[in-house]
């Protein structure tokens, strides 16, 4: 029996100084409740998401030196925690100083296990290298060091002995990835048991919430203590860290596996906890725990528990206390409301209402009722007419040639104007109230709009931070309705917002009182641009005209079926739609991505740093070619 | 001797099509031209920088079906080329389709080196990582091949054994990376050698513009074919290519170096070349080729070509053919005016001048004068009515409280203006122009401006393309004076620009007439953000602190002696300044780059996809807190 202490701690990246003040105080609680050990997040000390934070000598320093405090916090009880490690005396690949994402384990003031292995830690064998993850960039890995050594990596996973209260322990340390080897020739828990055999499988982890991860997580988890029938303790953080362009959160949901894998411990997702367990080492006892079967992390409760904890925290590591939000009266920003009121509290969010000629008395009057129905600060700023002057301005401004003196005049197209209108709302009216309002303006785009820039760059692409820019308009949609029924168990978002036509409302042509709106047709485009951007290998027009021909595309799109065939009467029609979103997919809306807000990350594949990208233009492979001359002629 | 041409092709990212006909069309050349040998760069069908377009199958299937094309071509005369190479049975660590970057030997119609390797192509040993670089996100390694074979990397690195006109060659082929092997465990170079003898080898690279880097590669390569007495024939791209937030130019520069080290043959830089040469393989007659000494690429000449080629490849990349540029009378924006009037030619260049209250006759004079000097475009579109009515409108719009009725009205404070000033100018004015002219409006900010956030978001750091956001101030002066002394002969930037104090003129307190302007002290602080930026380990304030205190600042950052004394009479003033523009490199200015405009890079770090930052905040660490407090206390 073993008293074990998961210490699920908030990690504040870029932070060693917080953090170690942090594990310092968990490790005097988990003392009182007499843990023997007491386990700590991966990168625990400096956070994980640092961009090139690594480059910085001073900061390496740093970490060891707070890596120090917490060893001699050990004297009498086993800390298990995560730090960058440093070897002064080689270099990583790029010839600056060697670095190791490392588990570190002191007892009695010192490190272990270095009995058995070059270093007094463990090494972090699999380093993950796809979506926001770039461990390679930094870390040596221990594959790295095997052949650098001349030894083979099964020979370097090692466990550590460690002896508490007379009880000798073989700890078989993990690095997060290193408990995802599906996909790896190299499998570290299946080597640590070899030379074990290992009493306790111990994966520190630092893991972003990502929508249907821990479901998989407990599957694969689940299975290898059961395969090496040894319990396995997997602490995760809280807290958000971010790449710059995509923020994500980190869900904590801690977890304590069994000898058979069955779930005897779940911490809470987003909260931090300190949980004390008895473990135990031999199965004898194992029975006496009773299991525990997780939550769906693919609801859309867990989904809105990710967003609401992701922007309260961004919120609060830039310090912004309120909001500006842009009300049309349509879907998206009325979300976008009913989320930072829920956050904030009404009296610190201002929804500006911010009509032209274009807005319709239906959209305006939602406007109004969702801001008496959330009870916030409200605003009406009309644009018409700084737009109409900017017009007159544009176009009354002589330019003249220097060199031969002829003079021209601008025409400014209803296009132009369009976007003179949403540049309007943002750059000058939304920007200028938060500033004076101490607040930041808020981006409230889906992930559908971003997907083919369907947006004014400056204008609704504009804001401090995209919350829902992760979510397709139907996820939008389901989430409105979470809000009103879950959360505020009330209509806050007028029905009649949730039953509109989505709509810009840039142009006569875009009436929702008529019925017109968005060129995107959601319940087909949502999922055909999901396909581009989500489908584990990346959906092309070559693939998706492939299953047009074969007749399994709503199938493979997940889309309503008979819907293709109701909106594109023609394959022309179809093809036609297709290259116009691929195009605006792989070019306007590149250009827009680089130049939009921070985003919040929930799905497998979000905008931003998780998603890399180059403004390369749209391109058609030949086979593509070959397919749609086929189809055209047939 | 053997005949090899070197084909130093552009390369477009994302267009198999395109850039396989570009080659078919270089091989006919090199067979008229009898060349047994024809070389291509690394990743010559796909292009290198291309985000995840490697996870769409459809695009992998694509690249392999025109590398056939090539394969086809080679009936007569032995190609080398770049392309990806795919193991459809396998799987990279990620899970995916087991891809890598691989050079081909192709020769009679088939591809060779199979006899003593796994594939019939060559796989990069050393992946970069650093920078923009990503292979091992994409790309599996030879190191990790090496692994699952359970073979060792020397065992692998065999030569390539081709039969050219009775002549049995041994090819050592490198690809880009594998040539700089000094800081890594491998060099592939030796094992291949030991495993040959090597008769040639053959490095093609996909190797962007860096200040500086050619020097060093001639250094390192010339040592190279030296050590192993050999012939070594490097051939690079030109073009650009684009991770979306950083754009860098690719300079060619193509180079043969012979037995003893010494370069026998330099493609140009920037342009196009098919460059035949008759190479001796033995040492006997290495004497009859006169040896080649290249430019320094540091200088401002090559400075300019590279930004002047990348922003001109960039503009027809995204097919502008006009810009619009707001033209303040001040440094950086005449920099970007002559830069654009010499690629674009002056009847495309539309200079804005958008004058407030704030500016001086003097800048409205000069932004004239510069007008006239290049012959653009030249317009006059005042802000100041606008701005007063946008204050008129923010200050009167009621803010009602929903909940209680209580009535608010926002206060516009002098920095809410200026930012209003500087927002209306982009957004409103720029952006508007831009559109109705059919242009694009340029990002005319520098790099210290960028690395400290000095600038408004949606107004003076908008833009399609920052293309001087990699040169410090001292540098734009110096492009400055090279466009007026080298480039157009005569003084098209008026001297007074050059002269003038830089100012944003957003206030009274910017006034250039009082001798006053911008906070940023540039003869310092460009080398104080360059160390932040550009030492090869990151400076932080802990460093600069410790080199203050030694009495090594100045020496330390390169800047001019006895400056740091003068600017900072007290260490609390020294310290001071230290730390808000520590705070706001780390915390403004990340938010404010997120949103920034793709940068085009010529240093070893760029801002954008080549500095990796998150918004986490300003740190200090442990030890700086101790020297400063050391400082203060003396």
Chains 1, 2 share one sequence.
Not at 205 to 217: A, D, L, Q, V
Not at 224 to 243: C, D, E, F
Not at 251 to 258: I, L, M, P, R
Request: a negative charge; one cysteine or more.
């Amino acid at each position: 029996m073993l008293k074990i202490a998961l210490a699920q701690i908030e990690i504040i990246p870029g932070r060693p100084d917080i953090n170690t003040r942090a594990m310092l105080t968990q490790i005097d609680q988990a003392r009182q409740q007499q843990s023997q050990i007491i386990i700590f997040p991966e990168m625990s000390i400096p956070g994980y998401f640092l961009g090139d934070t690594w480059e910085q000598l001073t900061f390496l320093k740093d970490c060891e030196a707070y890596g120090q405090q917490i060893i001699a916090a050990s004297s009498d009880i086993c800390i298990i925690f995560g730090n960058i490690a440093v070897d002064w005396n080689k270099v990583n690949d790029d010839g600056r100083i060697r670095k190791y994402n490392a588990c570190f384990v002191a007892y009695q003031g010192r490190l272990l296990g270095n009995d058995n292995f070059p270093y007094p830690f463990r090494i972090k064998t699999l380093q993950p290298n796809y979506r926001e993850f770039e461990d390679t960039r930094h870390f040596y890995s221990l594959r790295k060091l095997a052949i650098e050594l001349g030894l083979t990596i099964n020979q370097l996973l090692q466990p550590v002995t460690i002896k508490i209260d007379n009880q000798k322990l073989n700890l078989g340390c993990l690095l997060c990835e290193d408990g995802w080897s599906d996909d790896y020739a190299v499998k570290p828990i299946t080597a640590l048991q070899q030379n074990g055999p290992v009493d306790l499988f111990v994966n520190i982890s630092s893991s972003p919430y990502t929508i249907g991860k821990n479901n998989k997580r407990n599957r694969i988890f689940s299975a290898q203590a059961k395969s090496v029938n040894a319990p396995l303790v997997y602490v995760n953080n809280i807290g958000i860290q971010n790449n710059g362009k995509t923020v994500y959160t980190f869900d904590g949901c801690s977890t304590v596996y069994n000898h058979k894998g069955d779930i005897i411990e779940y911490c809470p997702s987003f909260s931090p906890a300190l949980t004390c367990t008895d473990l135990h080492l031999t199965m004898d006892n194992v029975t006496c725990s009773s299991t525990l079967i997780p939550n769906d992390d693919r609801s859309i409760r867990t989904i809105f528990q990710s967003i609401a904890y992701g922007t309260k925290s961004f919120l609060n590591l830039i310090g912004i206390k309120k909001v500006v939000i842009g009300s049309s009266g349509g879907i998206d920003s009325a979300v976008s409301a009913a989320l930072y009121a829920k956050i904030l509290g009404p009296e610190n969010v201002l929804l500006v209402n911010m009509p032209s000629i274009f807005n319709s008395k239906t959209t305006q009057d939602l406007s109004a009722k969702l801001a008496k129905n959330l009870g916030c600060l409200y605003t009406i700023i009309p644009i018409q007419q700084v737009v109409d002057d900017t017009i007159q301005q544009l176009s009354n401004s002589p330019i003249i040639n220097q060199k031969n003196g002829e003079k021209q005049t601008l025409v400014i197209s209803p296009f132009v104007i369009e976007n003179i209108q949403a540049r309007d709302r943002s750059s000058r009216v939304l920007s200028g109230v938060a500033a004076a309002f101490g607040a930041g303006f808020t981006c409230n785009a889906n992930k559908s709009e971003m997907t083919v820039g369907y947006s004014t760059l400056y204008g609704d692409l504009g804001g401090f931070f995209a919350a829902l820019s992760d979510l397709w308009k139907y996820q939008i949609y389901e989430l409105a309705r979470f809000l009103n029924d879950e959360i505020y168990k009330k209509e806050v978002i007028p029905q009649e917002i949730i039953d509109l036509v989505p709509s810009a409302e840039l142009s006569f042509d875009q009436s929702v009182d008529e019925g017109k709106g968005d060129p995107i047709i959601y319940p087909y485009h949502d999922y055909l641009f999901k396909a581009f951007m989500e489908h584990w290998n990346r959906r092309t027009p070559e693939d998706i005209l492939l299953w047009y021909e074969e007749g399994v595309l709503e199938e493979k799109l997940g889309c309503q079926s008979g819907l293709v065939a109701t909106l594109f009467p023609t394959t022309q029609e179809f093809i036609s739609d297709l290259e116009r979103w691929w195009k605006l997919y792989t070019g306007m809306g590149v250009a827009k991505r680089i130049q939009a807000p921070p985003v919040l990350a929930i799905s497998r594949r979000a905008y931003g740093f998780d998603h890399r990208e180059a403004q390369n233009g749209f391109y058609f492979t030949m086979n593509y070619q070959l397919i749609k001359e086929r189809l055209l002629h047939e």
